[in-house]
C-alpha cells in the first residue's frame, strides 16, 4: 500500500514541507514496525545512492537543484564510503521515539505507544517531527 510522508527539510532556506510516497507491506503494522520499515526503507535509497557511480551522480540535476537552493553545491563524499548499518538505525529510531524525540502523526492523530496498531490505508498520510528542546541558563 502507498503511504504519504510528510517531511520538512531541515534548512531555514527551504521552508517547503516535501510529500513523499512510499510502498509499504499491506497488513497492520504496529507503531514499532512502521518506523523500522520506513528505516528499511529510506536505508534502501541511501545505501543505493551510495553505490552510484561518481559520473552518475555529477549528472543528477534533481540533486543539484536541492544544493543549489540551501546555498551548497557538492559533488559526492569521497573520504566516507561506508553504506549504513540496518539494525543499528532501526535500533536509534525506536530509541528516538520511546525518548520522546521523534512524534508520529498518521491520519491527523498522535501515536505515542510503540505497540499501538495504525490503521493505515492505501493513500493515508504520516507525519514525523523531530522534537528540539532548548537548552539555556535559568538567571
Known amino acids: 500500500m502507498k503511504i504519504s510522508i510528510n517531511v520538512k527539510g531541515a534548512s531555514r532556506k527551504k521552508a517547503k514541507i516535501d510529500q513523499l510516497i512510499y510502498e509499504y507491506p499491506e497488513g497492520p503494522l504496529s507503531v514499532s514496525g512502521f518506523l523500522a520499515e520506513t528505516v528499511r526503507i529510506c536505508l534502501g535509497q541511501y545505501n543505493e545512492k551510495r553505490d552510484a557511480g561518481e559520473i552518475l551522480r555529477l549528472f ?3 540533486e543539484m537543484e536541492d544544493m543549489a537552493l ?11 564510503r561506508k553504506k549504513a548499518d540496518e539494525e543499528k538505525a532501526v535500533s536509534d529510531a525506536l530509541l528516538a521515539f520511546e525518548d520522546g524525540l521523534i512524534a508520529l502523526f498518521a491520519d491527523g492523530k498522535r501515536y505515542e505507544d510503540r505497540e499501538e496498531i ?22
Open 60 to 62: 543528477s540535476m534533481d
Open 70 to 80: 540551501s546555498g551548497r553545491v557538492s559533488f559526492g563524499d569521497p573520504l566516507d
Open 118 to 139: 495504525l490503521p493505515l490505508h492505501e493513500g493515508s498520510e504520516v507525519t514525523f517531527v523531530r522534537l528540539t528542546f532548548l537548552a539555556g541558563r535559568m538567571w
